[in-house]
């Protein structure tokens, strides 16, 4: 509706149309014979062809008779005339333009079925998509097919494997090199009911696939997606998660625990629960900027045109705008959810084991302020704060700057909402005692000498990508070339060689 009054006089007709209930094959990645038997023949009794489905695309294509209408909306290659009111609002057709206007999306595993389709959709609302594949062939592939659909589609790829942390960790690496925002992060990637297996980094592979993968994933993402306007995550689950349980005691079901059902429905649990948990630490981190959707809902026995319609209801819907860390079927928010999915003490719990295993910080972010001792001799000159006409001194310059680290600190932590996903420290260097995971980013200032080059060695030396700012380049150069000799002593394999940046 809203296309054909931006084309306005123009030779160019604007259509939207319902294909159908379309046989895609679908049930052709399933293993099990038995099984897919039965939904080949379940499908087969309530779907249509493919050369049927195509039909009314064609009418619109081609009949001669619709030159004279544009806007409209066809069914079996008839115009549909009395839609329902949501679908002929043109104050929302105007805001839901306003809304995919430039928007950047991620969407995991979208080289196939629904995620291909919401792909396909949000390119057709001008969205840059990023799709995040481990399949790269597939996923170029996916791309062809979608750039003939859409031959304005602004679509890449970015290889990525959920199941590797390494790789989770350079997608991301690319993501930060090339955009400013992310709008939509669309988690929809996953395994189903696959034998007993272990990812590269030792964890089951569904677990850590369809969990861990996206846990890390989103969490190194959220910073962008903080920029954004209207940030959203939106995780696919499926209605198995009623059947499942997480199983704490033995979260990967080693020693013959393993079974292909219930190792499914605990990723898919973990997929609600962690959203319920995200939305908790996103709202606390945001209060007060923006704030993030988060939303989750199930896809079971749908063609991949309708499964997509809550995947792209969550991403752009805007009465959801208030509404974070929710549960979503066929476009409606579920209300009574099964006890194993509203546990909140179960997701704070999957939070902090998966933190542990992925060897993350529970919080989402710190701030460390390096202050020192003389902080005690310190006071703060507010009549004179720049210590002018005579007053300075270097010792007590020192000590008011060291003294102001401190009230920072703890004003910055009284301003922060209470439990914020923000973590902040004043300290003595010391005093200091320090285990950085290796997912982490770590920003030092004047680290071209002293303890703040000893810290970002140290740091380095865990692997943490380290940035130093100073306003010395030849010293911070030369700092840099130190650190890497000392750190190529230490470790052979020199991962600082790139991770040590100089700003």
């Known amino acids: 509706r809203e296309l054909a ?3 306005g006089d123009t030779t160019i007709n604007a259509y939207s149309l319902h294909p159908g209930l379309v046989d895609t094959e679908w049930y052709r990645h399933i293993e099990s014979p038995v099984v897919k038997f039965i939904a080949k023949n379940f499908i087969k009794m309530f779907a249509m062809s493919v050369e049927r489905g195509t039909q009314t695309t064609l009418y619109c294509a081609l009949e001669e008779s619709l030159d004279s209408e544009s806007g409209f909306y066809y069914e079996n290659c008839l115009l549909v005339d009395n839609m329902y009111a949501n679908a002929t609002d043109d104050k929302s057709a105007e805001l839901l333009w306003q809304l995919s206007a430039d928007l950047v999306v991620i969407i995991t595993g979208a080289n196939t079925g629904i995620g291909k389709e919401t792909a396909y959709q949000l390119t057709l609302r001008g969205a840059k998509v990023i799709i995040g594949c481990r399949d790269e062939l597939r996923a170029e592939n996916a791309i062809k097919e ?5 031959p304005n589609a602004n679509i890449i790829h970015i290889k990525l494997d959920l199941s590797s942390l390494q790789s ?5 690496q690319q993501i930060y090199e090339n955009e400013t925002k992310i709008d939509i992060l669309v988690n929809n990637a996953g395994v189903c009911l696959i034998p007993e297996s272990t990812t590269e980094d030792g964890f089951e592979m569904t677990f850590g696939t369809n969990h861990l993968g996206h846990y890390l994933l989103t969490l190194q993402l959220l910073p962008l997606i903080s920029r954004a306007p209207k940030g959203r995550v939106i995780t696919v689950s499926s209605a198995l998660h009623a059947l499942g349980s997480i199983h704490f005691e033995n979260i990967h079901l080693r ?3 393993y079974d292909p059902r219930k190792a499914y429905s605990q990723s898919k649990l973990a997929n609600i629960l962690f959203t319920r948990e995200l939305a908790k630490h996103a709202a606390r981190y945001m209060t007060g900027i923006q704030k993030h959707m988060l939303k989750i809902f199930q896809i079971l026995f749908l063609n991949v045109e309708r499964g997509s319609q809550t995947t792209l209801y969550c991403a752009l819907e805007e009465s959801l705008d208030n509404e974070s860390g929710y549960y979503y079927d066929n476009c409606l928010l579920v209300d009574n959810m099964y006890a194993n999915a509203t546990d909140d003490k179960s997701a704070e719990l999957l939070w902090e084991l998966s933190a542990d295993l992925l ?42 700057s060291k003294l102001a680290n ?10 922060l909402p209470q439990k914020s996903s923000v973590n902040v420290y004043a300290l003595h260097p010391g005093a200091v005692k320090t285990d950085v995971a290796r997912s982490m980013t770590v920003i030092i200032t004047g680290a071209n000498a002293g303890i703040g080059k000893e810290t970002a060695y140290q740091l380095s030396l865990r692997g943490a990508k380290i940035i130093i700012g100073c306003r010395d380049e030849l010293r911070a150069e030369n700092a840099i070339k130190e650190i890497v000799r000392f750190a190529h002593s230490f470790n052979k394999s020199m991962k600082t060689r790139r991770k040590l940046i100089f700003l």
Not at 168 to 172: E, G, L, N, P, T
């Open 406 to 415: 401190v009230l920072f600190t703890r004003e910055l932590a009284k301003r």
């Open 359 to 400: 060897r993350v910080s529970g919080s989402l972010f710190r701030v460390i302020n390096i202050s020192s001792a003389f902080y005690a001799l310190g006071s703060i000159h507010f009549e004179n704060i720049h210590l002018r006409n005579g007053a300075y001194n270097p010792s007590e310059a020192y000590f008011q």
């Open 5 to 7: 009054k931006r084309l």
């Open 168 to 172: 989770i960790r350079a997608f991301v």
């Open 255 to 257: 020693n013959g625990a």
């Open 146 to 150: 979608i750039v003939s659909r859409n």
